[in-house]
């Protein structure tokens, strides 16, 4: 926690207090964020940190001064109900949303101590370190072995063209050796060690999952952004996500996702709850949260009272 | 089947009984009748011949007869009781109409021109004729309904041909000119296509039993005999093509060691073991027979010429359009450009390509023009189907490449492109359909002449040459005068005087010409359509 942090959050709790009674007066559900329910002390080092982020698509204020710090190599889960800008604040954090031209985006967001968002930002190399793993599979239409050296080929790390092959340059071992290393790491390649060169569209649901978690690994990330990765599978496929999910965690930090109270709970460490607005409301060790939460409103969220 | 009437609620019905098989006897007849009305139209079958035996038109009248005595009976027995079917209470409104339609023409017809009153007289009487079949049709129960009004056309219909009414000598002067009349060559067919459509109908309705299970069968036949026709006419244009071709085509052919001409491949003199003179020879006056050599070779290297020009010109305007400008009032502009394009007149593009280009390369009709042109007649399409190719692959390819950290052009050309490729092949098979067939570009920018001498076959490989001033590649045979088939098939066409002297069968080499032009045109098709099989395969089997 750097001191800037510290003042910042003493000015914004400043704010809310002066805030207070005029919100009181406007009932219960109107209750508003107290920054010391979002302050998360944890041990160990902050991956990635957030600090005050506002993001409007349009005249769309979708999110609004979020402010939080990653622990690494962790499960960190964001739930909320739909449209809470949770996905929102998720593709912030590789600047996904960048593809969106509707989209500004206000504030700070640092991996690993340096400012993602500034001028000379170098998208590929900030991607490569924050691999993102999408809602429904979305292998390409090519084979499997294509699928995972597709990423480590594009960046010139490997090459097995018809030149590198010409002149005996190839690097078709250290591909297969990476697509061997990625499938394991994703638990996938025990069922496709036999078909690499088949087509990865005809894999079952589950399988292109990991695949895509796979093809993830495959650019060697540090931070995972899941965005409801285990929403479009069957119970067996998800069981199987999440406890891949747990053995990522102790090598990549983790940033998931999910519309499933139980999930958050089985597999997260920290979990963030944002709720309608783009608010972040709190944001805690996940046994606090779920168990013991300081807001009401997220209690009720939790309790299945909304939401 | 009287006792079983009451019953109508049973889910499981009984076995195929009679009646089923009257019906569906009836829907075969049907489609023998549909068959037969096709084939007579193009002349497969003559109509004052005979077919098994039995005068054409009268067996024609029979069937058609014997098709609507049943449809009549089946409806009358639901009526009575005696055959077990559902039907609604009415047939409806758009049976009514349907039932009226042909109602309408007999009845106008018989009044004006059998009874003779006229205009007026016919107007009426297509009123009150179709009107009857109209309350017919709608007012009774539609078991009736749908069977009374049409099964008694099909009668009636079949009833005029088996007396001879009209026969195959039949005439009908519409008096409007000279050439105007209807001749039973076209009438008898027409008329029985069109009565065994509505015979199919309703026995179709009938084997249904009526009711919404009826009108589902009905509709099922209707959209049947639909395509099937669809088919039909197709097979049957290429095949009318092919058996007045191939006599041209292959005069002269010879099979054997050492029969065809010599030619060289990769350096080696070749004698061919075939020859087909029609395609292997120009036009000499020492030749045996006359060919068409130099005209194929013309529209070969045009299509190639062609394609080489529009196809990365429109991939790349796609690639602009869809992926990298913003969607907007400028998309929007091009959108319509490029539609607006397509549909421009071919002989619009054929005026610009003489106006613009011939000026420009060597002041005469050539080979390069014409490529030009018809390139520019492609673009617009290929710039459409590759837009709708590219708009069609999923935006989560693009993310899933972009979250990779693999850059904008990196993702369109190893994502994109792959996975919109067989789309971009189909656009640039239906536009070399259109431009290898396309005439008037060709006679204003590269016409040759009616009859090409073998001399004059384009060799644009071989005429490459290296010259010392810029720009040091030269290509003649680019820069020549040449033919194409359909252009030589419009010469021969209007040519007339004069083409007795050089092939001694005219006819038989125009077919032979349009057969090889289709023949042409369709292995442009083949090589697409095996590209696309090939792209898609890669795709989702790999």
């Known amino acids: 926690m750097s001191e800037n942090t510290t003042k910042q959050t003493q000015t914004e709790s400043a704010a809310t207090d002066s805030d207070q009674p005029l919100t009181t007066t406007a009932g219960e559900t109107a209750e508003r964020t107290q920054s010391e329910w979002t302050e998360y002390d944890f041990r160990g080092e902050a991956k990635m940190t957030v600090d005050d982020l506002d993001v409007y698509y349009g005249d769309d204020h979708a999110l609004k001064g979020v402010s939080m710090e990653i622990p690494e190599q962790s499960v960190t889960a964001l739930i909320g109900p739909s449209g809470c800008g949770k996905s929102t604040y998720l593709r912030c954090l590789n600047r996904m949303n960048d593809r969106v031209s509707s989209a500004r985006i206000d504030g700070s967001v640092e991996l690993g101590g340096q400012e993602i968002y ?109 965005d409801e990765p285990a929403s479009a599978l069957d119970p067996i496929a998800t069981a199987k996500i999440e406890d891949l999910i747990d053995d990522l965690a102790e090598e990549y930090t983790v940033v998931i996702v999910t519309h499933n109270m139980q999930q958050a709970a089985r597999i997260s460490d920290q979990t963030a709850v944002f709720l309608t607005g783009g608010e972040l409301v709190e944001y805690g060790d996940t046994d606090q949260v779920f168990e013991n939460p300081h807001s009401e409103r997220v209690e009720d969220y939790i309790t299945g009272k909304f939401g | 089947m009287a006792g079983a009437g009451q019953t109508d609620t049973q889910l499981v019905e009984g076995n195929t009984t009679e009646t089923d098989a009257v019906a569906a006897v009836a829907i075969g007849l049907s489609a023998v009748l549909f068959a037969l009305a096709v084939a007579a139209m193009f002349e497969r079958v003559s109509l004052t011949g005979t077919l ?36 609604d209470p009415s047939a409806g409104l758009i049976a009514g109409f349907g039932a009226a339609v042909p109602w309408v023409v007999v009845g106008g017809g018989v009044a004006s021109q059998t009874l003779g009153l006229g205009t007026a007289g016919g107007a009426v009487g297509a009123l009150v004729v179709g009107g009857v079949a109209f309350a017919l049709t709608v007012l009774p129960r539609e078991d009736l309904g749908s069977t009374l009004p049409l099964g008694s056309l099909l009668t009636l219909t079949g009833l005029v041909f088996l007396t001879g009414v009209i026969g195959p000598d039949w005439v009908w002067d519409l008096g409007w000119a000279q050439t105007a009349s209807i001749t039973a060559e076209f009438f008898i067919p027409v008329a029985t296509l069109f009565s065994a459509l509505y015979g199919g109908w309703a026995s179709a309705k009938s084997y249904g039993g009526f009711g919404a299970r009826g009108r589902h069968m009905g509709a099922y036949v209707l959209v049947y005999l639909n395509a099937l026709s669809i088919v039909a006419f197709l097979f049957i244009l290429v095949a009318y093509v092919v058996v007045q071709g191939v006599p041209g085509l292959l005069t002269g052919f010879e099979l054997g060691l050492g029969t065809g001409p010599q030619t060289t491949i990769l350096g080696v003199s070749v004698t061919l073991p075939v020859s087909v003179p029609f395609v292997m020879n120009g036009v000499a006056l020492l030749n045996d027979f006359q060919g068409v050599l130099p005209a194929i070779v013309g529209t070969v290297w045009l299509v190639i010429g062609a394609v080489v020009l529009a196809v990365p010109l429109g991939v790349g305007a796609a690639v602009f359009l869809t992926e990298y400008a913003d969607r907007g009032r400028f998309t929007q502009v091009v959108e319509v450009a490029t539609n607006g394009l397509w549909s421009t007149p071919s002989i619009v593009f054929g005026l610009f390509g003489f106006a613009f280009l011939i000026p420009r390369f060597g002041n005469g009709k050539s080979l390069l ?44 050309r190893s994502v994109v492109l792959p996975a919109a490729l067989p789309g971009v092949v189909t656009g640039v098979i239906l536009g070399v359909g259109r431009i290898a067939g396309e005439t008037a570009p060709i ?5 040759g002449g009616t009859f090409i001498p073998g001399s004059q076959t384009v060799d644009v490989i071989g005429s490459f040459q290296f010259t010392a001033a810029p720009p040091f590649v030269a290509n003649p045979a680019l820069l020549e005068a040449t033919s194409a088939l359909p252009y030589q098939l419009f010469a021969l066409i209007t040519a007339g005087v004069g083409l007795g002297s050089s092939v001694s069968d005219p006819n038989a080499f125009r077919w032979a010409t349009a057969l090889v032009l289709l023949v042409v045109v369709l292995s442009f098709y083949a090589i697409g359509i095996a590209t696309r099989y090939y792209f898609r395969r890669r795709l989702t089997h790999t």
């Open chain 1, 118 to 226: 500034q001028d000379g930002v170098n998208l590929v190399e900030l991607r490569k370190r924050v691999g993102m793993v999408f809602q429904s599979p979305n292998p390409f239409p090519k084979s499997i072995r294509e699928n995972i050296a597709y990423g480590p080929k594009k960046h010139g790390d490997l090459d097995t063209g018809l030149l590198a092959r010409l002149l005996n340059r190839s690097d078709a071992d250290e591909r297969d050796e990476l697509v061997e290393r990625c499938l394991r790491d994703a638990a996938l390649w025990d069922e496709v060690s036999d078909r690499l060169d088949d087509n990865a569209l005809g894999l079952s649901g589950g399988q292109q999952q990991r695949l895509c978690i796979a093809r993830c690994l495959s650019v060697d990330p540090e931070v995972i952004l899941m």
């Open chain 2, 52 to 87: 098994a035996g039995v005068q054409t038109v009268t067996l024609l009248g029979g069937l058609l007869t014997a098709l609507g005595v049943a449809v009549i009976a089946f409806g009358a027995g639901s009526r009575l009781g005696y055959v077990e079917t559902d039907p």
């Open chain 2, 369 to 412: 023009s014409g490529m030009i042109t018809l390139g520019f007649m492609l673009l617009p399409l290929v710039v459409i189907t590759s837009r709708e190719a590219m708009l069609s692959v999923p935006d989560e390819y693009r993310d899933a490449s972009a979250a990779l950290g693999v850059s904008k052009w990196q993702t369109i």
């Open chain 2, 443 to 447: 006679l204003l920018t590269m016409a």
